[in-house]
Nanobody, 114 residues
């Protein structure tokens, strides 16, 4: 089992920044695939940025150049630096991991005011 715990969300004005963190307490093995998804009100959950097997990174087109994903792989920790935030970035952001199956964090609400 993989337990994902997110932190760092909150309320920010447009143009501001937030940094999300995700840790996996109690996990004794290395997880190759970790990343971030989000779900805005009335919309489906969508990929924001992920590390895939082989250490490749995928970004949603809408966040390229503004968001940066990073990680401490040996500790199964993943981070999302979000800059130049826009009101339509408002969503619940979920940490994601794949190890034999999908795992999701509880989500953190990020609100960008105009």
């Amino acid at each position: 089992q993989v337990h994902l715990v997110e932190s760092g969300g909150g309320l920010v004005q447009a143009g501001g920044s937030l940094r999300l963190s995700c840790v996996t307490p109690g996990t004794s093995f290395v997880i190759d695939s970790m990343g971030w998804y989000r779900q805005a009100p009335g919309k489906q959950r969508e990929l924001v940025a992920t590390f895939t097997r082989g250490n490749n990174i995928n970004y949603a087109d809408s966040v390229k150049g503004r968001f940066t994903i990073s990680r401490n792989k040996s500790r199964n920790q993943v981070y999302l630096q979000m800059n130049s935030l826009k009101p339509d970035n408002t969503a619940v952001y979920y940490c994601y991991a794949f190890f034999l199956k999908d795992y999701w964090g509880q989500g953190t609400q990020d609100t960008v005011s105009s």
